[in-house]
């Protein structure tokens, strides 16, 4: 019986990058297809469905962010965005548009490998420890359900990434504790923080969830900043507790 593999989408403007991509990414057991610009990244992505997305900053006719843009309209489908540009603003405007990480150029391969792992694990990764056996936990008027990995406020579903939701998993299973940004990426994103600037991963993740969550982002009630810490979930309460 033939084993499913996952699809990556590579889109670089750069054959060479394209071919290394497309050449190692295979033989580590991935199906690759690409795009060499914005608008065939959009095409072939509609055409091909993949699992994640490696996606350029820099490219003709739509540059990697407006192709993140149109994608996170239509899909939560990962992404991990490669930019050679050295204005840290300009990194984190992709995670503000909803790409779920970064590679800074020029890489590594073997980094960008191990990224593309730890993201594909953790949107696929399920029960936390912490999490109620239904899987389903209500705060307020949002309900989480662990299992569907799904969330509502009110009746109205919420969609987040795949990063976003095990961001949130996380903060859950443990809610009342606080995490430093750098347990949060380890724990999420699965490595370790070499700069500080890697640590923003995690805050535009908190804003964006934030955003989607909150009633008031600016004066959150779910999603707290442990000052001189990290972040905490409120504590939830059990029923039965006091």
Known sequence: METHKEKILVVDDEA?????????LSMIGYDVVTAGDGEEALDTFRKSDPDLVVLDVMMPKLDGYGVCQELRKE???????????????????????GADDYVVKPFSPKELEARIRSV?????????????????IHVGNIKIDTNKRQVYKGDERI?????????????????????????????????????????????????????????????PELILTARGTGYLFQRIIEPGEE
């Open 120 to 136: 594909l694990r953790r949107v696929d990764k399920t029960g936390a420890s912490g999490i109620p056996s239904s899987g389903v």
């Open 159 to 219: 969609r987040l990434t795949g990063m976003e939701f095990s961001l949130l998993e996380l903060l859950v299973s443990r809610s009342g504790e606080a995490f430093s940004r750098s347990e949060i990426l380890q724990e999420v994103w699965g490595y370790t923080p070499e700069r500080h600037v890697d640590t923003r991963v995690v805050d535009v993740h908190i804003s964006r969830l934030r955003a989607k969550l909150e009633d008031d982002p600016s004066n």
């Open 75 to 97: 899909s939560d489908v990962p992404i991990i965005m490669l930019t050679a540009l050295g204005d840290v603003a300009d990194r984190i405007t992709g995670l503000e548009l």
């Open 16 to 24: 060479s990058i394209r071919r290394i991509l497309e050449t190692r």
